[in-house]
């Protein structure tokens, strides 16, 4: 059974720096396609941003190229994505996606990761 | 990269069809046939319900399907029930190699 497990709940400051995790399981990690989408609240669903573990192509969308980062270990079977110097606009959900269908759609969502930037 | 347009809100009674409507340009909807849809219940995790155009995964019902005409893209729900009631997304591939998400329509069921 394919699974993606988001890392737990975060509050942060603004200016703090964050990295949360989604590792996958029951499928091949690096033969899929992992992407993000973030959904602020209240708010419809945004693409952030896909990577290939197999070789680590990656591949923003342009409103979020330069503000985060997507990464992949894939000893440990798990994506990344990160942030630098976090916004009180940060503040989402953001979901980890796999695509059994090559980089074109995307079938498989973790349970998401609620990220919270408040001073 | 502007998120393709959905009507915010589309309402049909119990066993009526409604569509709803997703418009890109040609250079995502227009481009490929890799359209998705997917619906969302209030808290949780969006679920993906059409894939390219008009495919549905296994465990999704039939009465979900899906189609395009140009730079429009169309989801249809027949039969129309209560569990239907729900957000619904397109998405689609672009030819810049990333993805958008449609403006998002909620669904009703009166």
């Known amino acids: 059974e394919v699974q993606l497990v988001q890392s737990e709940v975060e509050v942060k400051k603004p200016g703090e720096s964050l990295k949360i995790s989604c590792k996958g399981s029951?499928?091949?990690?690096?033969?899929?396609?992992i992407g993000w989408v973030r959904q602020m609240p209240g708010k419809g669903l945004e693409w952030m941003g896909i990577?290939?573990?197999?070789?680590?192509?990656?591949r923003y969308s342009p409103s979020f190229q330069g503000q985060v980062t997507i990464s992949a270990d894939t000893s440990i079977r798990t994506a990344y994505l990160q942030w630098s110097s976090l916004m009180a606009s940060d503040t989402a959900m953001y979901y980890c996606?796999?695509?059994?269908?090559?980089?074109?759609?995307?079938?498989?969502w973790g349970q998401g990761t609620l990220v919270t930037v408040s001073s | 990269q502007s998120a393709l347009t959905q009507p915010a809100s589309v309402s049909g009674s119990p066993g009526q069809s409604i569509t709803i409507s997703c418009t890109g340009t040609?250079?995502?909807?227009?481009?490929?046939?890799?359209v998705s849809w997917f619906q969302q219940h209030p808290g949780k995790a969006p679920k993906m319900m059409i894939f390219?155009?008009?495919n549905r995964p296994s465990g999704v019902s039939n009465r979900f399907s899906g189609s395009k005409s140009g730079n429009t893209a169309s989801l249809t729900i027949s039969g129309l029930q209560a569990e239907d009631e729900a957000d619904y997304y397109c998405?689609?591939?672009?030819?810049?190699?990333?993805?958008?998400f449609g403006t998002g329509t909620k669904v009703t069921v009166l």
């Open positions: 996606v796999m695509g059994s269908g090559g980089p074109y759609y995307f079938d498989y």
């Open positions: 029951g499928y091949s990690f690096t033969s899929y396609w």
């Open positions: 990577i290939y573990p197999g070789d680590s192509d990656t």
């Open positions: 040609n250079s995502d909807v227009g481009a490929y046939n890799r």
């Open positions: 390219e155009v008009s």
């Open positions: 998405s689609s591939h672009t030819t810049s190699s990333t993805h958008v």
